[in-house]
């Protein structure tokens, strides 16, 4: 049944699929994948931390098989389905996970722990987990672009992962024709529906359906084997061509972005703008009146009201700015433990938002934020409209940049010594015989 939808775009994905490499893609996209990796795993550790992360794992733990895979804060390892949906809530936990401009999402923290998982359920090599993970990255981007064209919701990470998943096992198990559009299918077929912008308005712990993604994708190719069947994907219809025409040639890892704040990406400009005026004015915290945050409607439609747990800070325009402010990081220890600080609360209950046309017409490409802080003597300090750090273009982030980001998040956890030894290892991935080798002789417990 499936054959009739196929043509010669499809043959031409399913080759690209099939054939694509770490080491043919340009030294440039070999060295973006590494930071990748690099931050994901950074998000990962870190977020073990958080309540999702722990409640994830006592279900994982109580309700999915045991097996070969590595389940990132705990000791017991795990079958790819449970480990891919542990460690994808961690990946996502803090919102520090890095994301790519066209989507308006997080592909790189749904799709790796199901590479992972893959990785070391059929012991691959170090290089191989990065073809696997080129491949994922690549087509789930694409998959994202499709379905936002196609449907008319702004739907979650969770929707649209799966089929970025899908391709890298077939990368690696290399599916036929046939085999591969009904895994696509399938994977399509059990996205999370997650309305995105209900999420934004009450901020909880489904956040992007990423750990669902993460374990959906690994249970759709785990069907499509035994053959099951599934639905003609977004990438049969003719939208896709231009997609599928770049596969190769324009990679989407080229327009990644990464997070330097444990928060929603729509928030980090007005830390940036915190930052601006501090930087320029140096002001006195205690002395300020009035804050107010002037963007784009989908930053200002997040709630500035004192958060009440960690995914509400996150998820929220106004504890970015007030924990900048007192505290000049925006990082675990301050998404986990500050959201009741009483100097930020102070802050936050004087702030109030402002709509600026001109930053809403460059979203989201861009995402731009401007403060007006009013001090006790009357005094107006008006920050540039300000733009996030890491965008691809605009202050990409290096390798040291990620390093620096990697370091400040995971030494709280594993301690210098081990965090040190974790990213040597995650560098000098392609040389592992099994991709699993990155946890041998590291206890990641946190």
Not at 278 to 306: G, N, R
Not at 382 to 411: C, H, L, W
Request: with cysteine; proline share 4%; net charge negative.
């Amino acid at each position: 049944m499936m054959k009739e939808y196929l043509n010669d775009s499809c043959k031409k994905l399913h080759d690209y699929v099939l054939n694509e490499s770490y080491q043919k893609a340009p030294q440039e996209i070999k060295s973006m994948l590494k930071r990748i990796v690099l931050d994901t795993f950074g998000a990962i550790i870190a977020g073990t931390e958080a309540p999702v992360s722990h409640i994830t794992r006592d279900v994982v733990n109580t309700q999915y098989a045991d097996g070969k895979c590595t389940v990132l804060g705990q000791n017991r390892r795990m079958a790819m389905v449970g480990a891919s949906f542990a460690n994808g809530a961690s990946a996502n936990a803090l919102d520090c996970d890095d994301g790519n401009r066209p989507t308006k999402g997080h592909c790189s923290a749904s799709v790796m722990p199901a590479i992972l998982a893959l990785a070391e359920e059929m012991e691959l090599s170090g290089e191989q987990f990065l073809d696997a993970m080129l491949v994922a990255y690549e087509i789930g981007i694409r998959a994202s672009v499709l379905a936002h064209k196609l449907r008319p919701d702004y739907h979650s990470t969770g929707s649209w992962s799966g089929l970025g998943i899908v391709a890298g096992h077939c990368n690696i198990k290399k599916y036929d024709i046939e085999t591969f559009f009904q895994v696509l299918g399938i994977a399509e077929g059990w996205g999370a529906y997650s309305p995105m912008m209900r999420g934004v308005d009450y901020p909880n712990m489904l956040k992007d359906a990423i750990a669902w993604g993460s374990m959906s994708g690994t249970v759709s190719a785990l069907m499509a084997e035994k053959g099951h069947t599934g639905i003609p994907p977004l990438f049969t219809f003719k939208e896709a061509v231009e997609e599928i025409e770049t596969l190769g040639k324009k990679y989407r890892a080229e327009q990644n972005y990464f997070k330097p704040f444990c928060a929603c990406r729509w928030t980090h400009a007005g830390a940036y703008a915190a930052k601006d005026l501090m930087d320029k004015y140096h002001l006195e915290v205690d002395d300020i009146t009035e804050i107010k945050i002037c963007s784009f409607t989908e930053a200002i439609t997040l709630p500035y009201s004192a958060p009440t747990n960690t995914e509400n800070a996150q998820y929220n325009i106004g504890f970015p700015i007030a924990c900048y402010l007192v505290f000049g990081q925006v990082g675990p220890r301050q998404a986990l433990n500050e959201y009741k600080n009483e100097k930020v609360l102070s802050l936050m209950s004087k702030m109030k938002v402002e709509h600026d046309p001109e930053l809403q017409a460059i979203f989201p490409t861009t995402t731009k934020t401007r403060l007006e802080i009013t001090m006790q003597d009357g005094t107006v300090y008006k920050s540039n409209a300000m733009q996030p750090e890491g965008d691809y273009n605009y202050k990409p982030f290096d390798d040291a940049a990620i390093k620096e980001k990697y370091t400040r998040f995971v030494t709280p956890v594993l301690g210098k010594e081990k965090t040190e030894a974790f990213y040597e290892k995650v560098m000098n991935l392609e040389k592992l015989e099994k991709a699993g080798e990155l946890f041998d002789g590291l206890n990641l417990i946190n």
